[in-house]
Nanobody, 114 residues
Framework: VKLMESGGGLVQAGGSLRLSCASN????????MGWFRQAPGKQREQVAL???????NYPDSMKGRFTIARDDTANTLYLYINTVVPEDTAVYYC?????????WGQGTQVTVSS
């Protein structure tokens, strides 16, 4: 399975962004899917996850401005980021698997200007 992120780029602080993650597989029946990010000089951190049943989970630090959604008919995972801040600057990765994150995308760069 190959995952490919898109939608990153340069955005002004206060703006919004939608990231997409498409799968080239014939099935999008992942038990779990998620978004992670890694800022320069920092460890990768989880942003959000969603199960095949639609249950979502956000770390406390990500609650409020991030929304994860999946469209199984379009084989696409989304991440909506509202009111971006410079600290959101990072490479964002999507990941998926049956019970763990076995497949990863190459990442998409998000840069927030102040």
């Amino acid at each position: 399975v190959k995952l490919m992120e898109s939608g990153g780029g340069l955005v002004q602080a206060g703006g919004s962004l939608r990231l997409s993650c498409a799968s080239n597989g014939t099935s999008f029946d992942f038990g779990i899917m998620g978004w992670f990010r890694q800022a320069p000089g920092k460890q990768r951190e989880q942003v959000a996850l969603i199960t095949k049943f639609g249950t979502t989970n956000y770390p406390d630090s990500m609650k409020g401005r991030f929304t994860i959604a999946r469209d199984d008919t379009a084989n696409t995972l989304y991440l909506y980021i509202n009111t971006v801040v410079p600290e959101d600057t990072a490479v964002y990765y999507c990941a998926a698997g049956s019970t763990d994150f076995d497949s990863w995308g190459q990442g998409t760069q998000v840069t927030v200007s102040s």
